[in-house]
């Protein structure tokens, strides 16, 4: 028995279902092995984080989970995470009533997996005393090998010796990821958001002079009233709302007009690369313009935080982004725990569509359903105060329901919603945990007081730009209003849109064509006039990969986001020189295809930075393994991105290969890129959304190259589909013929 030493953060990234194989290739985890222990650790691991032991059976083929629950492997490490998280909180440990458990001692027993186990399995696990409340997983039991705790503890084997190798460990690994982040110039490589990468250096003056005429429309116009930028990926936007707020505050000072503004992100990587790129355009410092995620701002003003720093409460996610892929994963949980245990004693009461959303077993139906739920939770329910406890149910169903809003119309629905809700804050109480959402939530209610209406006046802002305004949630865009100091007038708010890219959709992917509820609080919303300018001019890819972009863009219907998210891509050009034709190569099979790959990284590995985009999410544990067998054949440098978090962690090197499904590389951009994991979209998709969902990948992948893309496709996941068929014939794509075998 050769134990593994890990930790939550290391759990949290084999959580997203990254391949085994693909461990030694991630960008945030680190390996480690003495003759006795196994470890793995995670960037920013320190030595006195939280350890978890797991107790494997010598020479087991699965090296994180107990072998008869790898089909279950990131539920049964989501599990492991919540329960490691659990044990952290001071007193005494509670867990779900649906995890039954069981205590004795230091040791307790719960179900392994929400999901169904045809084994019934449990862990035995045990919480070592002290304030590292470290956890050792002993072992499973199943409905064939049954144990009680009593008996177990009667022939438990010792526990590994960890203190002087772990210290040994945890400097390793800070070497290994310090190492990562300062590799000699002459292989470093930036992966920057996409339009940062485009400002190259230039000085203000010089970029003004290369700006489209669009973007300078943008840059140049009024500040009396609100404006919407929108413009497909590579359009610039980024780079144009910088470009204006540097205007602003440049005219301002010609004026002498005191101003304040505010540039609004959802991640802290974009606020960095946007703070970046304001710096490095030779004005010195410009102390008038801030950049920060929206979570950042609530965080700094609001009372709870800047008055009580010792509740002792952790907030999951370090902006909006990260903070609601935690809740996503949060509410999942929950929801699976409620459908296996109480669902029963609610259904029968329930709409027949509520109950049929419940009742599917389709993991993107449960999926869409958490992401259903989070805007409940937290534009609705936590924007409106409204917190478990006596009357407060009451108070849920007398709210007035919007075409936003999830449609729940019955006192039954709206029961069931609201035991969701109560379990959750329970849950999260229990670990003292809070999210993003609760965090707004609270500063919108102390943005609405006489207190802030003062206050603003001094630390609000005279003109607010937001980026990525499509990823805001209601509740997020209901703060944004508030931002603005002079009151008399209506806000003056710019925001960048991508017209095709919607919240749910990076972060749920295909399942958020399953969605009920809408991020579309409509923009305009308290903003008075909104202006409307539009972007047609790419300045990232070729003429040729554009006019791919435009075939695949016509192939499909407009995407439910609403007739405001449209855009016209026959006014699109690209302003770059031109380059070479994308290109078809079709395989006889799925190791032919992966075959083809290898040898394409092979050449295009000296030319520059290199990705390959899987489309299909189903299909990335076969990529990932092979990402892993490129990597370990020690010629090239491979980083794979399975979670938005990765991104942060990526190696930063001129040549390169970053492995990621194509919604996680958007804001990345590469030399060339390869499109793979192509699912049979003319005969196995079942519906005509998840037929849009796959071709909006396919445009997403497209459009992360600069200079050339090759497409991969192969016999056993139906050839090429028709779109890129139909391409070739058109002389948008060459054809070549892929392996045989």
């Known amino acids: 028995m050769k134990p593994l030493v890990t930790t939550v953060r290391a759990l949290s990234e084999l959580a997203t279902d990254l391949s085994p194989d693909a461990v030694s290739s991630s960008a945030i985890l680190f390996e480690f092995s003495t003759q006795e222990v196994d470890f793995l650790l995670a960037a920013d691991d320190d030595e006195e984080v939280q350890r978890i032991v797991i107790m494997r059976e010598q020479n087991a083929r699965e090296r994180f989970v107990p072998e008869h629950l790898v089909s279950l492997r990131r539920d049964v490490l989501s599990r492991m995470k919540s329960f490691a998280e659990r044990a952290r909180t001071p007193g005494p440990l509670f867990l779900p009533r649906q995890w039954h458990q069981y205590k004795y001692n230091n040791y307790i027993a719960f179900r392994a997996t929400p999901k169904a186990d045809a084994h019934s399995s449990r862990w035995i696990t045990e919480v070592t005393p002290g304030d590292r409340a470290d956890i050792i997983f002993w072992a499973t039991t199943t409905s064939d090998n049954k144990s009680t705790l009593e008996e177990f503890d009667s022939r438990r084997p ?33 992966l920057p958001a996409l339009e940062q990468s485009t400002t190259k250096g230039w000085a203000y003056e010089q970029w003004l002079e290369a700006i489209s005429k669009e973007q300078r429309a943008f840059i140049e116009a009024d500040t009396d009233k609100s404006i919407r930028l929108r413009g497909p990926a590579g359009s610039g936007k980024t780079l144009a709302l910088s470009l204006k707020s540097i205007r602003e505050v440049l005219n301002a000072r010609e004026t002498g007009r005191d101003t ?234 710019f925001m960048a849109v991508d017209p095709r890219q919607s919240p749910s959709e990076a972060f749920i992917g295909l399942a958020a064509h399953e969605t009920r509820s809408s991020s579309g609080v409509s923009a305009d919303d308290n903003l008075g006039v909104v202006a409307n300018f539009e972007l047609t001019t790419i300045h990232r890819f070729t003429p040729q990969i554009l006019e791919l972009i435009k075939h695949v863009h016509h192939e499909f219907p407009t995407l439910d986001l609403g007739q405001e998210w449209d855009i016209d891509f026959t006014q699109v050009e690209s302003a770059q020189a031109g380059g070479c034709l994308p290109r078809l190569i079709s395989a006889a099979s799925r190791s032919g295809e992966e075959d083809d790959i290898v040898r394409a990284v092979q050449a295009l590995y000296p030319s520059g930075r290199l990705a390959l985009a899987v489309v299909d999410f189903r299909q990335w544990q076969r990529f990932s393994r092979l990402a892993s067998r490129i990597g370990h054949s020690g010629k090239f440098h491979v980083s794979t991105v399975s979670g938005r978090s990765d991104i942060e962690g990526l190696g930063y090197r001129r040549r390169g290969l970053v492995v990621g499904t194509a919604e996680y590389l958007a804001g990345l951009q590469f030399d060339s890129v390869l499109v793979a994991g192509i699912p049979d979209m003319n005969a196995s998709a079942p519906t005509a959304n998840e037929r849009i969902r796959y071709l909006s990948l396919l445009y997403l992948a497209l459009s992360r190259a600069q200079g050339e893309v090759r497409v991969f496709v192969n016999e056993d996941d139906g050839g090429a589909p028709e779109v890129l068929l139909r391409a070739v014939a058109n002389h948008l794509m060459e054809s070549d013929q892929g392996s045989l075998v």
């Open 260 to 493: 304040r503004v505010l540039v609004v992100t959802h991640s802290w990587a974009l606020a960095a690369q946007i703070s970046d790129s304001i710096d490095s355009m030779g004005l010195g410092l410009l102390h008038e313009i801030d950049v920060l995620p929206l979570l950042e701002i609530a965080k700094t003003i609001s009372p709870q935080y800047v008055q009580d720093v010792s509740s002792g409460f952790s907030l999951i996610g370090e902006d909006s982004l990260s903070g609601k892929q935690a809740q996503l994963d949060e509410i999942q949980e929950v929801l699976d725990d409620f459908i296996t245990g109480d669902w029963i004693t609610y259904k029968g009461g329930v709409s027949e569509g509520l109950r049929t959303r419940f009742d599917s077993a389709e993991n993107d139906e449960r999926r869409a359903l958490a992401w259903d739920l989070l805007i409940e939770f937290g534009s609705v329910i936590g924007a409106a105060a409204i917190f478990p406890g006596a009357g407060s149910e009451l108070r849920y169903f007398q709210l007035p329901r919007a075409s936003w809003m999830l449609p729940i119309n019955t006192r039954e629905d709206l029961r069931v919603v609201f035991e969701l809700y109560t379990r959750y804050w329970a849950s999260l109480d229990e670990r003292s945990l809070t999210t993003s959402d609760q965090v707004l939530a609270d500063f919108l209610i102390h943005m609405s007081t006489n207190s802030w209406n003062r206050a603003r006046r001094v630390q609000g802002y005279d003109l607010v730009f937001v980026d990525e305004f499509h990823l805001f949630s209601p509740l997020e865009r209901q703060v944004l209003h508030y931002l603005t100091r002079d009151t008399s007038i209506y806000p003056r708010v």
């Open 158 to 190: 010792p526990a590994p010796e960890l203190d002087g190798v772990w210290t040994q460990t945890v400097a390793a690994a800070q070497e290994h990821f310090a190492q990562a982040r300062s590799q000699p110039v002459d292989v470093d490589m930036s």
